[in-house]
């Protein structure tokens, strides 16, 4: 079991920038691929950002390339979202997620989710 917990969400305006830390506990975190997920209301889960175990390998979407910078710590067991130049369309929860299957850009095929941060972004 792995438990996940994310920080540093919060009000910003438009064209500021946020950072989110995900503290990871319990099973080892280092082996495992993770992501960053975000969901607005009436809207699907999608995935903004994912990074290999050794941080290697990263995926970002297409509407967050050269904004948001995902990276992880496995010395603190922390995964961190760098969020720059925010939009009013980046307003959702973001979740923080572990994958022990590999690395993977779709929520159905992660396994540890955290509970979730609000970010909004005003105009």
């Known amino acids: 079991q792995v438990q996940l917990v994310e920080s540093g969400g919060g009000l910003v305006q438009a064209g500021g920038s946020l950072r989110l830390s995900c503290a990871a506990s319990g099973r080892t975190f280092s082996p495992y691929p993770m992501g960053w997920f975000r969901q607005a209301p009436g809207k699907e889960r999608e995935c903004v950002a994912a990074i290999g175990w050794n941080g290697d390998s990263k995926y970002y979407a297409d509407s967050v390339k050269g904004r948001f910078t995902i990276s992880r710590d496995n010395a603190k067991n922390t995964l961190y979202l760098q969020m720059n130049s925010l939009k009013p369309e980046d307003t959702a929860v973001y979740y923080c997620?572990?994958?022990?299957?590999?690395?993977?850009?779709?929520?159905?095929?992660?396994?540890?989710w955290g509970q979730g941060t609000q970010v909004t972004v005003s105009s």
């Open positions: 997620a572990s994958s022990p299957r590999g690395f993977r850009v779709v929520a159905g095929e992660y396994e540890y």
